[in-house]
């Protein structure tokens, strides 16, 4: 890691605690250490800096499924200068999509790729790189967590097919995660 981004990880660090997010439980651990492990493995699946600082503020502002912290959007302006205008607003759209909408784009396959905007109404359209980035932050956020919460079945076949959109590291973690005895699906 460059001295620069260390720098901007630990001062972003040192910023959700100021938040109080330090005090925030998730998944057997804090908020802030799935924040960092969320970042690490981003860097370790290949995302350039700006990418994985904005896996580590991923859920900044609350997502579809985690509400015990959240920023409120007046300061996307605070994030935005801390870490800078992609990785802020790749995390703010991460917070603000519906799951149903994008994991319907996601078996769609192909752009424009549209959604509802959860935090602000009104709709979302995102780029094709917007769209592949999102698909490793949360495949990323996803596989980090889940030996901890068990929630295997939670988007299941959406966190497949981001696996098989990603390949390589993103796959080969997948498939690891995934094939864990608690995993399996037993048919009924």
């Not at 007046?74 to 205008?85: A, D, N």
Request: hydrophobic share 35%; net charge negative.
């Amino acid at each position: 890691m460059s001295d620069a981004a260390g720098h901007t990880l630990r001062r972003s660090v040192e910023y959700l605690k100021r938040v109080g997010a330090d005090s925030v439980d998730h998944t057997e651990g804090t908020y802030i250490a799935h924040c960092a492990a969320v970042y690490r493995d981003m860097k370790r699946w290949g995302a350039d800096e700006e990418l994985a600082l904005a896996g580590f503020f991923h859920s900044a502002y609350g997502t579809g499924l985690f509400q015990r912290f959240k920023l409120g959007l007046e300061r996307r302006t605070e994030i935005r200068e801390l870490v800078g205008e992609r990785a802020e607003r790749l995390a703010y759209l991460n917070c603000a999509i519906v799951y149903a909408c994008f994991d319907a784009e996601l078996e769609r396959g192909t752009p424009p790729y549209r959604m509802q905007n959860r935090l602000e109404g009104g709709e979302l359209e995102l780029s094709t790189d917007d769209f592949e980035d999102l698909c490793l932050m949360q495949l990323c956020d996803r596989l980090e967590q889940i030996p901890r919460s068990k929630a295997y079945d939670f988007r299941r076949e959406a966190f497949r097919r981001m696996a098989e959109r990603m390949g390589g590291p993103g796959l080969e973690a997948y498939r690891r995660v995934y094939s864990a005895p608690e995993a399996v699906v037993t048919p009924a």
